[in-house]
């Protein structure tokens, strides 16, 4: 299997991205210990379009590492969707967005040319587990992880691609317990792939 495993964790002064960096590295050694071809891009390096159409279409699973900034992405990985998936929307990702002119109000977001393709988000957060999953916690509202990044979902979605399970680090900047995630990480990187 080839995996393209991205790094989207962006450098700032209090997060310079070890956890993410290591979760990258453990990804890269347990999938090649398998058997599996993988590719490792990391955003902050920078990126070349057409490499990355062709890293995506390489691929059966797209892996993607990021920390959880504001509820989404760091900036540079927007960047990077902002120019590799637009560029992919001639074929190499999908086929425009799905509709057709005959039929111009149906099947939206339905002209994905990755299918039989998966992909998977592993993401460290500050927030801690229990902010998820209770109705009773202030932010979140009862809402789960895959709630909260239900667009990053989309996003490969409109490629074609389906989802294995979210993997997620919790409390990692006040409350790190960085052994035990990479003993679970291990376990789901052993568990889906």
Same mark, same amino acid.
């Given at each position: 299997?080839?995996?393209?495993?991205?790094?989207?964790?962006?450098?700032?002064?209090?997060?310079? @991205?070890?956890?993410?960096? $290591?979760?990258?590295?453990?990804?890269?050694?347990?999938?090649?210990?398998?058997?599996?071809?993988?590719?490792?891009?990391?955003?902050?390096? @920078?990126?070349?379009?057409?490499?990355?159409?062709?890293?995506?279409?390489?691929?059966?699973?797209?892996? !993607?590492?990021?920390?959880?900034?504001?509820?989404?992405?760091?900036?540079?990985?927007?960047?990077?969707?902002?120019?590799?998936?637009?560029? @992919?929307?001639?074929?190499?990702?999908?086929?425009?967005?799905?509709?057709?002119?005959?039929?111009?109000?149906?099947?939206? @977001?339905?002209?994905? $040319?990755?299918?039989?393709?998966?992909?998977?988000?592993?993401? $460290?957060?500050?927030?801690?587990?229990?902010?998820?999953?209770?109705?009773?916690?202030? !932010?979140?509202?009862?809402?789960?992880?895959?709630?909260?990044?239900?667009?990053?979902?989309?996003?490969?979605?409109?490629?074609?691609?389906?989802?294995?399970?979210?993997?997620?680090?919790?409390?990692?900047?006040?409350?790190?317990?960085?052994?035990?995630?990479?003993?679970?990480?291990?376990?789901?990187?052993?568990?889906?792939?």
């Amino acid at each position: 299997m080839n995996v393209l495993i991205i790094n989207a964790h962006h450098q700032y002064p209090f997060s310079e @991205g070890r956890l993410n960096s $290591t979760l990258v590295q453990t990804a890269d050694e347990l999938l090649k210990a398998k058997g599996h071809d993988t590719r490792v891009v990391v955003i902050d390096d @920078g990126w070349d379009v057409e490499t990355e159409l062709q890293n995506h279409q390489w691929a059966d699973v797209v892996m !993607l590492q990021s920390p959880v900034n504001w509820m989404g992405v760091p900036w540079t990985f927007k960047k990077y969707m902002d120019e590799v998936y637009t560029a @992919g929307m001639g074929g190499a990702l999908c086929n425009g967005d799905g509709r057709h002119h005959d039929s111009p109000k149906a099947n939206y @977001g339905a002209g994905g $040319t990755l299918t039989g393709k998966r992909y998977l988000l592993s993401l $460290t957060f500050n927030a801690p587990e229990e902010s998820f999953n209770d109705a009773n916690e202030y !932010l979140f509202q009862g809402k789960s992880v895959d709630d909260l990044w239900f667009p990053m979902h989309m996003n490969f979605r409109f490629f074609g691609m389906e989802s294995l399970p979210t993997f997620a680090c919790y409390d990692v900047m006040k409350n790190a317990d960085v052994e035990s995630d990479l003993q679970r990480f291990a376990a789901h990187i052993h568990e889906n792939f």
